[in-house]
């Protein structure tokens, strides 16, 4: 929350307001150049008007998450309001018992466009990685993956959330890739077989 407050404090400070409608947020590396080597645009003293900034943004980022979490800060958690939560297609048409029913998540989650773990800066986290995935070609058994959010497609399946507890946690699970380990772990086979061909085609002559 400081780093959201420092960034639109800077910006405000160095975008002219005219322009302010047409940029977005500066760049982070450039913010932090700029507070590690104060010049005269944070004002006739650049080291107190740089403090001045960093102090006002800090104080706002506790006020703000006062406002939304509570003036205790031992109740506070990270991660409390930067979240994931998928919301399915369908979402706005959908009941709100059928909207939890369809939706996943909404976990409290680490990370931002900045960190390892890349993922959207806002509350609720709309992009990043939903699939990873770590290969020793030496030993394809022992590939590691995480994925998000299930095995499965249909609401009613219970593979349809399954992995994104370990998404979240930013835990992987095994990838096996041999028959024998495959098959260790298989829990269902689907088999798909095709249809017969027709004696006839569809202008009734023998084929």
């Known amino acids: 929350m400081w780093q959201r407050r420092i960034q639109t404090n800077m910006r405000e400070l160095l975008v002219p307001k005219d322009a302010q409608a047409f940029i977005g947020n500066l760049s982070l590396k450039r913010i932090i150049d700029w507070l590690l080597a104060p ?14 900034l960093l ?20 109740k506070w958690k990270l991660g409390a309001y930067h ?16 909207q939890a029913k369809f939706n996943v998540g909404d976990s409290p989650r680490g990370g931002d466009s900045y960190t390892v773990t890349a993922t959207a800066g806002g509350d609720n986290q709309t992009s990043g990685g ?11 058994d022992t590939v590691l993956g995480l994925n998000n959010p299930g095995q499965s497609g249909d609401v009613n399946d219970p593979h349809y959330r399954d992995l994104y507890e370990l998404w979240s946690a930013g835990k992987y699970f095994p990838v096996f890739y041999t028959r024998k380990k495959v098959e260790s772990v298989t829990e269902k086979l689907v088999q ?6 027709s004696s006839t085609s569809k202008s009734g002559l023998l084929r």
Do not use: C, M, Y
């Open 39 to 52: 010049d005269g645009r944070f004002g006739p003293d650049p080291v107190a008007g740089r403090n001045n």
């Open 55 to 74: 102090t006002r943004s800090f104080n706002e980022a506790v006020a703000d998450l006062n406002r939304r979490f509570g003036p205790d800060i031992e």
């Open 83 to 98: 979240h994931a939560l998928i919301k399915h297609p369908l979402d706005a048409a959908l009941k709100p018992e059928l």
């Open 130 to 140: 939903s699939f990873k995935i770590i290969i020793d070609t030496e030993d394809w």
């Open 192 to 197: 798909l077989s095709p249809r017969a061909k």
